[in-house]
Protein backbone atom coordinates (compact mmCIF):
# COMPACT_ATOMS: atom_id res chain seq x y z
CA UNK A 1 0.00 0.00 0.00
CA UNK A 2 3.38 2.33 0.59
CA UNK A 3 4.59 1.92 -2.57
CA UNK A 4 1.48 2.52 -4.24
CA UNK A 5 0.88 6.14 -2.61
CA UNK A 6 4.18 7.05 -2.93
CA UNK A 7 3.93 6.37 -6.96
CA UNK A 8 0.75 8.30 -6.99
CA UNK A 9 2.32 11.78 -8.14
CA UNK A 10 5.36 10.57 -9.70
CA UNK A 11 5.02 11.74 -12.78
CA UNK A 12 4.22 15.36 -12.08
CA UNK A 13 7.12 15.54 -9.24
CA UNK A 14 9.59 13.60 -11.49
CA UNK A 15 10.77 10.94 -8.46
CA UNK A 16 14.51 10.18 -8.90
CA UNK A 17 17.30 12.20 -9.69
CA UNK A 18 15.20 15.17 -10.68
CA UNK A 19 15.74 18.65 -9.51
CA UNK A 20 13.25 21.21 -8.20
CA UNK A 21 12.74 24.35 -9.45
CA UNK A 22 14.46 25.89 -6.40
CA UNK A 23 17.54 23.75 -7.21
CA UNK A 24 16.93 21.66 -4.29
CA UNK A 25 17.25 17.35 -5.23
CA UNK A 26 14.35 15.63 -3.22
CA UNK A 27 16.01 13.94 -0.81
CA UNK A 28 16.78 17.46 0.59
CA UNK A 29 13.05 18.34 0.45
CA UNK A 30 11.54 18.12 4.17
CA UNK A 31 8.05 17.91 3.17
CA UNK A 32 8.78 14.78 0.65
CA UNK A 33 11.62 12.93 3.38
CA UNK A 34 9.58 13.68 6.60
CA UNK A 35 6.48 11.66 5.11
CA UNK A 36 9.50 8.66 3.44
CA UNK A 37 10.64 8.19 6.96
CA UNK A 38 7.39 7.37 8.69
CA UNK A 39 6.78 4.77 6.01
CA UNK A 40 10.30 3.22 6.87
CA UNK A 41 9.46 3.67 10.40
CA UNK A 42 7.04 2.23 9.76
CA UNK A 43 7.79 -0.97 7.91
CA UNK A 44 10.61 -1.46 10.14
CA UNK A 45 8.01 -1.48 13.24
CA UNK A 46 6.50 -4.16 11.07
CA UNK A 47 9.35 -6.65 10.91
CA UNK A 48 10.17 -6.11 14.11
CA UNK A 49 6.94 -7.23 15.20
CA UNK A 50 6.83 -9.92 13.13
CA UNK A 51 10.23 -11.23 14.56
CA UNK A 52 8.77 -10.82 18.22
CA UNK A 53 9.86 -7.60 19.55
CA UNK A 54 6.86 -6.10 20.07
CA UNK A 55 8.53 -3.28 22.28
CA UNK A 56 10.73 -2.12 19.38
CA UNK A 57 7.93 -2.57 16.64
CA UNK A 58 6.00 -0.42 19.26
CA UNK A 59 8.58 2.73 19.63
CA UNK A 60 8.63 2.28 15.67
CA UNK A 61 5.18 2.34 15.39
CA UNK A 62 4.93 5.72 17.32
CA UNK A 63 8.12 7.25 15.99
CA UNK A 64 6.17 6.47 12.15
CA UNK A 65 2.90 7.79 13.89
CA UNK A 66 3.64 11.26 14.73
CA UNK A 67 6.62 11.79 11.97
CA UNK A 68 3.65 10.96 9.06
CA UNK A 69 0.48 13.01 11.47
CA UNK A 70 3.24 16.05 11.78
CA UNK A 71 2.78 17.13 8.00
CA UNK A 72 -1.25 16.94 7.86
CA UNK A 73 -2.10 17.34 11.72
CA UNK A 74 -1.59 21.04 12.20
CA UNK A 75 -2.59 21.93 9.26
CA UNK A 76 -6.18 19.96 9.62
CA UNK A 77 -6.39 21.82 13.44
CA UNK A 78 -5.75 25.12 11.83
CA UNK A 79 -8.04 24.55 8.89
CA UNK A 80 -11.05 23.86 11.70
CA UNK A 81 -9.79 26.60 14.02
CA UNK A 82 -9.05 29.42 11.52
CA UNK A 83 -11.40 28.57 8.26
CA UNK A 84 -13.88 27.03 10.04
CA UNK A 85 -13.24 24.06 7.15
CA UNK A 86 -13.54 20.33 7.89
CA UNK A 87 -11.76 17.88 5.31
CA UNK A 88 -10.27 14.60 5.27
CA UNK A 89 -7.35 15.69 6.75
CA UNK A 90 -9.34 15.89 10.09
CA UNK A 91 -11.02 13.15 9.85
CA UNK A 92 -8.17 10.56 9.24
CA UNK A 93 -6.88 12.70 12.75
CA UNK A 94 -9.84 12.09 14.68
CA UNK A 95 -9.44 8.48 13.45
CA UNK A 96 -5.89 8.09 14.15
CA UNK A 97 -6.25 9.47 17.62
CA UNK A 98 -9.14 6.95 18.10
CA UNK A 99 -6.92 4.01 17.22
CA UNK A 100 -4.72 5.20 19.75
CA UNK A 101 -6.73 5.84 22.55
CA UNK A 102 -7.97 1.87 22.12
CA UNK A 103 -4.91 0.76 21.53
CA UNK A 104 -3.86 0.12 17.76
CA UNK A 105 -0.92 2.11 17.34
CA UNK A 106 -0.19 -0.06 14.27
CA UNK A 107 -3.02 1.41 12.30
CA UNK A 108 -2.86 4.73 13.30
CA UNK A 109 0.96 4.64 11.95
CA UNK A 110 -0.31 3.24 9.15
CA UNK A 111 -2.95 5.89 8.42
CA UNK A 112 -0.74 8.83 9.06
CA UNK A 113 2.06 7.59 6.66
CA UNK A 114 -0.03 6.70 3.74
CA UNK A 115 -2.37 9.76 4.39
CA UNK A 116 1.36 12.48 4.40
CA UNK A 117 2.79 10.39 1.90
CA UNK A 118 0.32 11.11 -0.63
CA UNK A 119 -0.05 14.64 0.69
CA UNK A 120 2.94 15.55 0.05
CA UNK A 121 3.43 14.48 -3.62
CA UNK A 122 0.44 16.03 -4.34
CA UNK A 123 2.09 19.37 -3.08
CA UNK A 124 5.08 18.85 -4.98
CA UNK A 125 3.53 18.11 -8.02
CA UNK A 126 1.53 21.51 -7.55
CA UNK A 127 4.74 23.68 -6.58
CA UNK A 128 6.53 22.32 -9.92
CA UNK A 129 3.21 22.96 -12.03
CA UNK A 130 3.74 26.62 -10.68
CA UNK A 131 7.35 26.91 -10.80
CA UNK A 132 8.69 26.99 -14.76
CA UNK A 133 6.25 29.86 -15.70
CA UNK A 134 8.93 32.54 -14.54
CA UNK A 135 10.64 31.34 -17.49
CA UNK A 136 8.05 33.22 -19.96
CA UNK A 137 9.90 36.30 -18.88
CA UNK A 138 13.29 35.11 -20.50
CA UNK A 139 11.93 36.16 -23.96
CA UNK A 140 12.05 39.17 -22.71
CA UNK A 141 15.78 40.90 -23.31
CA UNK A 142 17.98 42.59 -20.21
CA UNK A 143 18.10 45.81 -22.83
CA UNK A 144 16.44 47.71 -25.12
CA UNK A 145 17.42 50.59 -27.39
CA UNK A 146 15.60 53.93 -27.16
CA UNK A 147 15.73 57.18 -29.24
CA UNK A 148 16.75 60.28 -26.86
CA UNK A 149 17.22 63.96 -27.69
CA UNK A 150 18.47 61.79 -31.67
CA UNK A 151 20.81 59.75 -30.37
CA UNK A 152 20.32 55.88 -29.55
CA UNK A 153 20.73 55.18 -26.03
CA UNK A 154 20.57 51.44 -24.10
CA UNK A 155 18.46 51.06 -21.36
CA UNK A 156 17.07 47.98 -18.91
CA UNK A 157 14.42 46.74 -20.52
CA UNK A 158 12.48 47.02 -17.52
CA UNK A 159 12.96 50.63 -16.97
CA UNK A 160 10.84 51.19 -20.23
CA UNK A 161 8.28 53.29 -20.00
CA UNK A 162 4.84 54.06 -22.20
CA UNK A 163 5.56 56.48 -24.96
CA UNK A 164 9.17 56.24 -25.86
CA UNK A 165 10.24 54.93 -29.42
CA UNK A 166 12.48 51.49 -29.45
CA UNK A 167 14.83 51.12 -31.99
CA UNK A 168 14.28 46.90 -32.72
CA UNK A 169 17.06 46.13 -35.18
CA UNK A 170 17.27 42.44 -37.37
CA UNK A 171 17.45 39.36 -35.02
CA UNK A 172 16.86 41.07 -31.66
CA UNK A 173 13.48 40.50 -29.80
CA UNK A 174 11.22 43.14 -28.74
CA UNK A 175 11.35 44.10 -25.32
CA UNK A 176 7.61 45.14 -24.51
CA UNK A 177 4.54 46.53 -26.71
CA UNK A 178 3.90 48.78 -29.08
CA UNK A 179 3.03 50.04 -32.56
CA UNK A 180 5.30 50.64 -35.50
CA UNK A 181 5.88 53.75 -36.51
CA UNK A 182 8.75 53.60 -39.25
CA UNK A 183 10.15 50.44 -40.53
CA UNK A 184 8.94 47.15 -42.26
CA UNK A 185 10.04 43.96 -41.08
CA UNK A 186 8.67 40.34 -40.48
CA UNK A 187 7.94 39.19 -37.02
CA UNK A 188 8.92 35.90 -35.70
CA UNK A 189 6.12 35.33 -33.14
CA UNK A 190 6.45 31.43 -33.06
CA UNK A 191 7.20 31.45 -28.87
CA UNK A 192 4.20 33.83 -28.29
CA UNK A 193 1.77 32.50 -30.32
CA UNK A 194 2.92 29.38 -31.62
CA UNK A 195 2.29 30.47 -35.18
CA UNK A 196 4.59 29.15 -37.57
CA UNK A 197 4.39 31.49 -40.24
CA UNK A 198 5.87 34.97 -39.36
CA UNK A 199 3.95 38.16 -39.40
CA UNK A 200 4.30 40.93 -41.99
CA UNK A 201 4.41 44.30 -39.96
CA UNK A 202 4.78 48.05 -41.31
CA UNK A 203 3.96 51.38 -39.60
CA UNK A 204 0.78 51.44 -37.49
CA UNK A 205 0.80 47.46 -36.77
CA UNK A 206 0.69 46.68 -33.56
CA UNK A 207 3.91 44.05 -31.97
CA UNK A 208 4.21 42.07 -28.76
CA UNK A 209 6.74 41.68 -26.13
CA UNK A 210 9.05 39.02 -27.11
CA UNK A 211 8.37 38.47 -31.24
CA UNK A 212 11.61 38.49 -33.25
CA UNK A 213 12.73 40.54 -35.75
CA UNK A 214 14.04 38.98 -38.73
CA UNK A 215 14.23 41.65 -41.38
CA UNK A 216 14.34 45.49 -41.26
CA UNK A 217 15.21 47.92 -38.82
CA UNK A 218 11.97 48.99 -36.81
CA UNK A 219 11.40 51.90 -35.01
CA UNK A 220 8.37 51.04 -32.20
CA UNK A 221 6.92 53.35 -29.95
CA UNK A 222 5.91 51.53 -26.92
CA UNK A 223 2.20 50.99 -25.53
CA UNK A 224 3.22 49.16 -22.29
CA UNK A 225 5.59 49.55 -19.34
CA UNK A 226 9.12 47.18 -19.47
CA UNK A 227 7.07 45.55 -15.97
CA UNK A 228 3.82 45.34 -17.70
CA UNK A 229 3.23 44.13 -21.01
CA UNK A 230 1.94 40.94 -22.50
CA UNK A 231 3.88 38.54 -21.29
CA UNK A 232 3.81 39.37 -17.71
CA UNK A 233 0.15 39.45 -18.42
CA UNK A 234 0.15 35.40 -19.34
CA UNK A 235 2.28 34.76 -16.44
CA UNK A 236 -0.36 36.94 -14.49
CA UNK A 237 -3.46 34.67 -16.07
CA UNK A 238 -1.35 31.24 -15.72
CA UNK A 239 -0.62 31.75 -12.18
CA UNK A 240 -4.15 32.95 -11.07
CA UNK A 241 -5.82 29.90 -12.73
CA UNK A 242 -3.49 27.59 -11.42
CA UNK A 243 -3.95 29.36 -7.73
CA UNK A 244 -8.06 28.90 -8.44
CA UNK A 245 -7.71 25.00 -9.40
CA UNK A 246 -5.15 24.17 -6.95
CA UNK A 247 -8.18 25.11 -4.48
CA UNK A 248 -10.76 22.61 -5.95
CA UNK A 249 -11.14 20.23 -2.99
CA UNK A 250 -10.32 16.35 -3.94
CA UNK A 251 -13.18 14.00 -4.32
CA UNK A 252 -12.25 12.52 -0.66
CA UNK A 253 -12.14 15.97 0.58
CA UNK A 254 -15.42 16.82 -0.44
CA UNK A 255 -17.06 13.63 1.03
CA UNK A 256 -15.21 14.13 4.63
CA UNK A 257 -17.35 17.89 4.79
CA UNK A 258 -20.86 15.96 5.64
CA UNK A 259 -19.17 13.03 6.96
CA UNK A 260 -16.67 14.67 9.47
CA UNK A 261 -19.28 16.78 11.59
CA UNK A 262 -21.25 13.89 11.42
CA UNK A 263 -19.17 11.34 12.59
CA UNK A 264 -18.35 13.79 15.60
CA UNK A 265 -21.52 14.88 16.69
CA UNK A 266 -22.83 11.11 16.56
CA UNK A 267 -19.71 9.52 18.63
CA UNK A 268 -20.27 12.69 20.98
CA UNK A 269 -23.90 11.64 21.55
CA UNK A 270 -22.98 7.80 22.03
CA UNK A 271 -20.91 9.06 25.15
CA UNK A 272 -22.83 11.61 26.40
CA UNK A 273 -26.16 10.07 26.46
CA UNK A 274 -25.04 6.37 26.93
CA UNK A 275 -22.91 7.51 30.49
CA UNK A 276 -26.14 9.20 31.73
CA UNK A 277 -28.26 6.41 30.94
CA UNK A 278 -25.61 3.43 31.59
CA UNK A 279 -21.87 2.81 32.17
CA UNK A 280 -19.39 5.76 31.00
CA UNK A 281 -16.43 3.55 30.60
CA UNK A 282 -18.62 1.38 28.28
CA UNK A 283 -20.32 4.03 26.26
CA UNK A 284 -16.83 6.19 26.01
CA UNK A 285 -15.29 3.26 24.63
CA UNK A 286 -18.07 2.28 22.66
CA UNK A 287 -17.85 5.98 21.10
CA UNK A 288 -14.22 5.88 19.86
CA UNK A 289 -15.63 2.42 18.23
CA UNK A 290 -17.95 4.41 16.34
CA UNK A 291 -15.05 6.95 15.61
CA UNK A 292 -12.86 3.92 13.79
CA UNK A 293 -15.68 2.18 12.56
CA UNK A 294 -16.21 5.79 10.66
CA UNK A 295 -12.11 5.67 9.75
CA UNK A 296 -12.18 5.97 5.21
CA UNK A 297 -9.08 3.21 5.40
CA UNK A 298 -10.89 2.19 2.63
CA UNK A 299 -11.29 5.30 0.78
CA UNK A 300 -7.83 6.92 1.77
CA UNK A 301 -6.44 3.42 0.16
CA UNK A 302 -8.42 2.48 -2.75
CA UNK A 303 -8.63 5.61 -4.29
CA UNK A 304 -5.27 6.51 -4.64
CA UNK A 305 -4.32 3.23 -5.60
CA UNK A 306 -7.06 3.47 -8.11
CA UNK A 307 -5.28 6.64 -9.39
CA UNK A 308 -2.03 5.42 -9.32
CA UNK A 309 -2.41 2.07 -11.22
CA UNK A 310 -4.10 4.04 -14.00
CA UNK A 311 -1.65 6.78 -14.32
CA UNK A 312 0.81 3.97 -14.33
CA UNK A 313 -0.83 2.72 -17.07
CA UNK A 314 -0.97 5.60 -19.07
CA UNK A 315 2.73 6.47 -19.11
CA UNK A 316 2.90 3.38 -20.70
CA UNK A 317 1.12 4.47 -24.07
CA UNK A 318 2.29 8.00 -23.96
CA UNK A 319 -0.25 10.16 -21.59
CA UNK A 320 1.36 11.65 -18.55
CA UNK A 321 -1.33 12.63 -15.59
CA UNK A 322 0.12 14.80 -13.28
CA UNK A 323 -1.44 14.27 -10.00
CA UNK A 324 -4.16 12.34 -8.89
CA UNK A 325 -6.27 15.38 -8.54
CA UNK A 326 -5.72 15.85 -12.11
CA UNK A 327 -6.97 12.15 -13.14
CA UNK A 328 -10.09 12.68 -10.61
CA UNK A 329 -11.05 15.55 -13.33
CA UNK A 330 -10.05 13.89 -16.35
CA UNK A 331 -12.84 11.28 -16.11
CA UNK A 332 -15.11 14.30 -15.98
CA UNK A 333 -14.35 16.47 -19.13
CA UNK A 334 -17.31 16.66 -21.87
CA UNK A 335 -15.59 19.61 -23.99
CA UNK A 336 -12.38 19.60 -25.59
CA UNK A 337 -10.84 23.01 -26.85
CA UNK A 338 -7.63 22.56 -29.18
CA UNK A 339 -5.03 24.40 -30.62
CA UNK A 340 -4.67 24.57 -34.17
CA UNK A 341 -0.99 25.12 -35.05
CA UNK A 342 1.46 22.93 -34.30
CA UNK A 343 -1.33 20.15 -32.17
CA UNK A 344 -3.64 19.91 -35.69
CA UNK A 345 -0.95 20.72 -37.65
CA UNK A 346 2.43 19.74 -38.23
CA UNK A 347 3.84 23.02 -37.54
CA UNK A 348 5.67 22.76 -41.09
CA UNK A 349 5.18 24.87 -44.04
CA UNK A 350 5.00 23.76 -47.44
CA UNK A 351 4.14 24.62 -50.64
CA UNK A 352 0.41 22.67 -51.54
CA UNK A 353 -0.44 24.75 -54.91
CA UNK A 354 1.56 26.36 -57.55
CA UNK A 355 0.16 28.28 -60.20
CA UNK A 356 1.88 29.20 -63.70
CA UNK A 357 1.10 30.71 -66.85
CA UNK A 358 1.21 29.25 -69.86
CA UNK A 359 4.72 28.03 -70.92
CA UNK A 360 6.12 28.18 -67.57
CA UNK A 361 6.56 24.89 -65.74
CA UNK A 362 5.57 24.49 -62.35
CA UNK A 363 9.04 22.83 -61.45
CA UNK A 364 10.61 25.77 -63.13
CA UNK A 365 8.57 28.68 -61.44
CA UNK A 366 9.76 26.92 -57.85
CA UNK A 367 13.11 26.61 -59.14
CA UNK A 368 12.90 30.57 -59.71
CA UNK A 369 11.44 30.77 -56.39
CA UNK A 370 13.89 28.50 -54.63
CA UNK A 371 16.98 30.64 -56.41
CA UNK A 372 16.21 33.57 -54.35
CA UNK A 373 14.78 32.07 -51.20
CA UNK A 374 17.61 30.36 -50.59
CA UNK A 375 19.38 33.50 -48.98
CA UNK A 376 16.37 34.12 -46.70
CA UNK A 377 15.58 32.50 -43.32
CA UNK A 378 12.11 33.21 -43.42
CA UNK A 379 10.31 29.87 -42.82
CA UNK A 380 7.79 30.29 -46.09
CA UNK A 381 11.15 30.25 -48.00
CA UNK A 382 12.30 27.28 -46.37
CA UNK A 383 9.34 25.58 -47.37
CA UNK A 384 10.06 26.83 -51.04
CA UNK A 385 13.48 25.42 -50.71
CA UNK A 386 12.57 21.92 -49.56
CA UNK A 387 9.90 21.87 -52.53
CA UNK A 388 13.21 22.61 -55.50
CA UNK A 389 15.80 21.15 -53.65
CA UNK A 390 19.08 21.41 -56.19
CA UNK A 391 17.63 24.90 -57.40
CA UNK A 392 20.65 26.97 -58.26
CA UNK A 393 21.55 30.30 -56.59
CA UNK A 394 20.42 33.56 -57.75
CA UNK A 395 23.01 36.29 -57.71
CA UNK A 396 22.41 40.24 -56.65
CA UNK A 397 19.98 39.26 -54.03
CA UNK A 398 18.58 41.94 -51.78
CA UNK A 399 15.49 41.68 -49.45
CA UNK A 400 12.92 44.25 -49.17
CA UNK A 401 11.90 44.08 -45.32
CA UNK A 402 8.10 42.81 -44.94
CA UNK A 403 7.64 43.00 -48.87
CA UNK A 404 9.53 40.35 -50.81
CA UNK A 405 13.07 39.36 -52.39
CA UNK A 406 14.79 40.39 -55.90
CA UNK A 407 17.77 38.81 -57.87
CA UNK A 408 18.97 37.79 -60.70
CA UNK A 409 18.97 34.38 -62.32
CA UNK A 410 20.29 33.38 -65.83
CA UNK A 411 20.44 37.06 -66.96
CA UNK A 412 16.76 37.62 -65.91
CA UNK A 413 15.05 39.43 -62.81
CA UNK A 414 13.44 37.58 -60.71
CA UNK A 415 11.46 38.81 -57.72
CA UNK A 416 9.42 36.95 -55.22
CA UNK A 417 6.81 38.90 -52.43
CA UNK A 418 3.18 38.79 -50.68
CA UNK A 419 0.17 40.32 -53.71
CA UNK A 420 -0.31 42.81 -51.03
CA UNK A 421 3.44 44.01 -52.57
CA UNK A 422 3.60 42.34 -56.26
CA UNK A 423 0.74 42.67 -58.81
CA UNK A 424 -0.56 39.47 -59.26
CA UNK A 425 -1.90 39.76 -62.59
CA UNK A 426 -3.83 37.32 -63.90
CA UNK A 427 -3.35 35.19 -61.00
CA UNK A 428 -5.67 37.67 -58.90
CA UNK A 429 -8.41 35.84 -58.27
CA UNK A 430 -6.69 32.80 -57.85
CA UNK A 431 -4.77 34.13 -55.36
CA UNK A 432 -7.76 34.71 -53.14
CA UNK A 433 -9.19 31.08 -53.55
CA UNK A 434 -6.08 30.22 -52.22
CA UNK A 435 -5.78 32.48 -49.24
CA UNK A 436 -10.00 30.90 -48.71
CA UNK A 437 -8.10 27.90 -48.61
CA UNK A 438 -5.74 28.62 -45.90
CA UNK A 439 -2.83 29.09 -48.05
CA UNK A 440 -0.23 31.93 -47.87
CA UNK A 441 0.59 32.85 -51.34
CA UNK A 442 3.81 34.63 -52.38
CA UNK A 443 3.60 35.70 -56.26
CA UNK A 444 6.62 35.35 -58.71
CA UNK A 445 8.01 37.77 -61.44
CA UNK A 446 9.99 37.65 -64.25
CA UNK A 447 11.14 40.83 -65.98
CA UNK A 448 8.43 42.27 -64.17
CA UNK A 449 5.80 40.21 -64.96
CA UNK A 450 3.85 38.04 -62.80
CA UNK A 451 4.80 33.89 -64.22
CA UNK A 452 3.37 32.14 -61.15
CA UNK A 453 1.48 32.22 -57.48
CA UNK A 454 2.93 29.90 -54.76
CA UNK A 455 0.40 28.58 -51.99
CA UNK A 456 2.02 27.79 -49.03
CA UNK A 457 0.40 26.57 -45.98
CA UNK A 458 0.72 24.42 -42.75
CA UNK A 459 -1.11 20.70 -43.23
CA UNK A 460 -3.22 19.45 -40.57
CA UNK A 461 -2.04 15.96 -39.01
CA UNK A 462 -3.20 12.98 -40.81
CA UNK A 463 -4.69 11.01 -37.88
CA UNK A 464 -6.91 14.70 -37.19
CA UNK A 465 -10.41 13.65 -39.13
CA UNK A 466 -10.56 10.39 -37.51
CA UNK A 467 -9.93 11.66 -34.31
CA UNK A 468 -12.52 14.22 -34.25
CA UNK A 469 -14.85 11.63 -35.36
CA UNK A 470 -13.70 9.51 -32.53
CA UNK A 471 -14.53 12.30 -30.26
CA UNK A 472 -17.76 13.25 -31.94
CA UNK A 473 -18.56 9.12 -31.03
CA UNK A 474 -17.68 9.47 -27.47
CA UNK A 475 -20.20 12.44 -26.83
CA UNK A 476 -17.26 14.95 -27.03
CA UNK A 477 -18.02 18.77 -28.41
CA UNK A 478 -15.01 20.35 -30.20
CA UNK A 479 -13.70 23.95 -30.57
CA UNK A 480 -10.83 25.03 -32.34
CA UNK A 481 -8.83 28.11 -30.64
CA UNK A 482 -6.41 30.02 -32.39
CA UNK A 483 -4.36 32.98 -32.97
CA UNK A 484 -4.43 32.41 -36.69
CA UNK A 485 -6.43 34.30 -39.20
CA UNK A 486 -10.00 33.61 -39.28
CA UNK A 487 -10.11 32.59 -42.95
CA UNK A 488 -7.53 30.05 -42.46
CA UNK A 489 -8.70 28.66 -39.39
CA UNK A 490 -12.38 28.43 -41.16
CA UNK A 491 -10.36 26.23 -44.02
CA UNK A 492 -8.66 24.01 -41.63
CA UNK A 493 -11.26 23.36 -39.41
CA UNK A 494 -13.47 22.51 -42.23
CA UNK A 495 -11.04 19.45 -43.37
CA UNK A 496 -10.92 18.44 -39.65
CA UNK A 497 -14.60 18.42 -38.97
CA UNK A 498 -14.70 21.03 -36.36
CA UNK A 499 -17.97 23.10 -36.38
CA UNK A 500 -17.45 25.81 -33.57
CA UNK A 501 -14.31 27.46 -35.06
CA UNK A 502 -12.73 30.78 -32.95
CA UNK A 503 -9.90 33.04 -34.56
CA UNK A 504 -7.61 35.59 -34.35
CA UNK A 505 -7.17 35.37 -30.39
CA UNK A 506 -4.46 36.35 -27.87
CA UNK A 507 -3.66 34.35 -24.89
CA UNK A 508 -5.77 36.32 -22.71
CA UNK A 509 -8.49 35.90 -25.23
CA UNK A 510 -8.29 32.13 -25.36
CA UNK A 511 -8.29 31.86 -21.75
CA UNK A 512 -11.69 33.85 -21.78
CA UNK A 513 -12.91 31.38 -24.27
CA UNK A 514 -12.08 28.43 -22.07
CA UNK A 515 -13.96 30.47 -19.29
CA UNK A 516 -17.10 30.61 -21.50
CA UNK A 517 -16.87 27.10 -22.24
CA UNK A 518 -16.69 25.91 -18.87
CA UNK A 519 -20.09 27.52 -17.99
CA UNK A 520 -22.10 24.59 -19.34
CA UNK A 521 -19.48 21.89 -18.37
CA UNK A 522 -15.62 20.44 -17.87
CA UNK A 523 -13.21 21.50 -20.82
CA UNK A 524 -9.84 20.19 -21.82
CA UNK A 525 -7.88 22.44 -23.23
CA UNK A 526 -5.04 20.71 -25.75
CA UNK A 527 -2.32 22.83 -27.28
CA UNK A 528 2.00 23.32 -27.14
CA UNK A 529 2.82 27.05 -27.47
CA UNK A 530 3.66 29.74 -25.04
CA UNK A 531 0.47 31.64 -26.31
CA UNK A 532 -1.66 28.85 -24.95
CA UNK A 533 -0.56 28.39 -21.63
CA UNK A 534 -3.36 30.89 -19.98
CA UNK A 535 -6.11 28.79 -21.09
CA UNK A 536 -3.64 25.52 -20.14
CA UNK A 537 -4.11 26.58 -16.42
CA UNK A 538 -7.54 28.14 -16.88
CA UNK A 539 -9.25 25.00 -18.13
CA UNK A 540 -10.33 22.05 -15.97
CA UNK A 541 -7.61 19.62 -17.68
CA UNK A 542 -4.78 21.42 -19.46
CA UNK A 543 -3.04 18.92 -22.06
CA UNK A 544 0.41 19.40 -23.62
CA UNK A 545 0.91 18.04 -26.84
CA UNK A 546 4.37 16.31 -27.34
CA UNK A 547 7.97 16.81 -26.00
CA UNK A 548 8.98 19.57 -28.39
CA UNK A 549 5.77 21.74 -26.31
CA UNK A 550 6.84 24.91 -24.98
CA UNK A 551 8.26 24.73 -21.59
CA UNK A 552 5.13 27.37 -20.43
CA UNK A 553 2.84 24.79 -21.79
CA UNK A 554 4.26 21.51 -20.26
CA UNK A 555 4.36 23.71 -16.98
CA UNK A 556 1.05 24.92 -16.65
CA UNK A 557 -0.97 21.92 -18.18
CA UNK A 558 -1.94 19.33 -15.82
CA UNK A 559 -1.46 16.43 -18.57
CA UNK A 560 1.55 15.91 -21.47
CA UNK A 561 1.70 14.03 -24.39
CA UNK A 562 5.12 12.48 -25.29
CA UNK A 563 4.22 12.21 -29.04
CA UNK A 564 2.08 13.80 -31.77
CA UNK A 565 -0.55 11.46 -32.21
CA UNK A 566 -3.46 12.72 -31.62
CA UNK A 567 -5.29 9.55 -31.42
CA UNK A 568 -3.73 9.85 -27.47
CA UNK A 569 -6.92 11.86 -27.27
CA UNK A 570 -9.51 10.03 -26.76
CA UNK A 571 -7.87 6.55 -26.08
CA UNK A 572 -6.74 8.75 -22.98
CA UNK A 573 -10.26 9.91 -22.38
CA UNK A 574 -11.71 6.64 -22.37
CA UNK A 575 -9.16 5.62 -19.99
CA UNK A 576 -10.01 8.45 -17.61
CA UNK A 577 -13.65 7.67 -17.79
CA UNK A 578 -13.15 4.17 -16.92
CA UNK A 579 -10.81 4.99 -13.81
CA UNK A 580 -12.96 7.06 -12.99
CA UNK A 581 -16.20 4.56 -12.86
CA UNK A 582 -13.71 2.22 -10.59
CA UNK A 583 -13.35 5.24 -8.24
CA UNK A 584 -16.81 5.73 -8.02
CA UNK A 585 -17.25 2.69 -7.51
CA UNK A 586 -14.25 1.76 -4.13
CA UNK A 587 -15.80 5.11 -2.81
CA UNK A 588 -19.61 4.08 -3.01
CA UNK A 589 -17.81 0.49 -1.54
CA UNK A 590 -16.10 2.51 1.38
CA UNK A 591 -18.94 4.95 2.15
CA UNK A 592 -21.58 1.31 2.53
CA UNK A 593 -18.39 -0.41 4.81
CA UNK A 594 -19.22 2.97 6.71
CA UNK A 595 -22.61 2.80 6.69
CA UNK A 596 -23.14 -0.77 7.87
CA UNK A 597 -20.27 -0.88 10.54
CA UNK A 598 -21.55 2.28 12.43
CA UNK A 599 -25.06 1.04 13.47
CA UNK A 600 -23.29 -2.40 14.23
CA UNK A 601 -20.74 -0.47 16.60
CA UNK A 602 -23.18 1.91 18.07
CA UNK A 603 -25.34 -1.08 19.11
CA UNK A 604 -21.92 -2.77 20.33
CA UNK A 605 -22.53 -5.72 17.86
CA UNK A 606 -19.18 -5.12 16.96
CA UNK A 607 -16.23 -4.94 19.31
CA UNK A 608 -12.86 -2.90 18.27
CA UNK A 609 -11.26 -6.00 16.87
CA UNK A 610 -14.28 -6.92 14.64
CA UNK A 611 -14.12 -3.26 13.32
CA UNK A 612 -10.94 -3.17 12.28
CA UNK A 613 -11.19 -7.08 10.59
CA UNK A 614 -13.70 -5.64 8.59
CA UNK A 615 -12.03 -2.65 7.31
CA UNK A 616 -8.81 -4.67 6.43
CA UNK A 617 -11.49 -7.32 4.33
CA UNK A 618 -13.13 -4.03 3.13
CA UNK A 619 -9.34 -2.82 1.64
CA UNK A 620 -8.42 -5.87 -0.09
CA UNK A 621 -11.75 -5.97 -2.02
CA UNK A 622 -11.33 -2.43 -2.86
CA UNK A 623 -7.64 -2.39 -3.72
CA UNK A 624 -8.34 -5.39 -5.85
CA UNK A 625 -10.87 -3.55 -7.95
CA UNK A 626 -8.42 -0.01 -7.82
CA UNK A 627 -5.98 -2.38 -9.93
CA UNK A 628 -8.09 -2.63 -12.24
CA UNK A 629 -7.68 0.33 -13.64
CA UNK A 630 -4.02 -0.49 -15.07
CA UNK A 631 -5.77 -2.53 -17.56
CA UNK A 632 -6.07 -0.31 -21.04
CA UNK A 633 -7.61 -0.87 -23.96
CA UNK A 634 -7.48 0.79 -27.40
CA UNK A 635 -10.50 2.71 -28.93
CA UNK A 636 -12.29 1.94 -31.94
CA UNK A 637 -12.41 4.94 -34.77
Known amino acids: MSAACACEHEPASTAGEEIDEAGRPWWGDRGI ?8 AFLAGLIFDWSGLEISALVLFWVGLLLGASTFVPGAIRNLVTKRKLGIGLLMTISAVGAIILGYVEEAAALAFLYSIAEALEDKAMDRARGGLRALLKLVPDTATVRRDGASVEIAAKDLAIGQIMLVRPGERIATDGIVRSGRSSLDTSAITGESIPVEVEPGDAVSAGAINTAGVLEVETTAAGTDNSLTTIVELVEQAQAEKGERARLADRIARPLVPGVLVLAALVALVGS ?3 DPELWITRALVVLVAASPCALAISVPLTVVAAIGSASKFGVIIKSGAVFERFGTIRHVAVDKTGTLTRNEPAVTAVLTVDGVAEAQALAWAA ?20 APAAGGVTEQAGHGIEGTLDGARITVGNPRWLDAGQFGDQVASLEEQGMTVVVVHREGK ?9 ELRPEVPEVVSTLAAQGFEVTMLTGDNARTARALAKQAGIEDVRAELRPEDKAAAIAELTRNGSVAMIGDGINDAPALAASDIGIAMGAT ?18 RLIPRAFDHALRGR ?5 NILLSLLIIAVLLPLALFGVLGLAAVVLVHEIAEVIVILNGLRASRTRKVAS
Open 33 to 40: MVPVFSGV
Open 276 to 278: LLG
Open 371 to 390: ALEQHSTHPLAAAITAAAPG
Open 450 to 458: AVAAIGVRD
Open 549 to 566: GSDAAIESADVAFTGHDL
Open 581 to 585: RIINQ
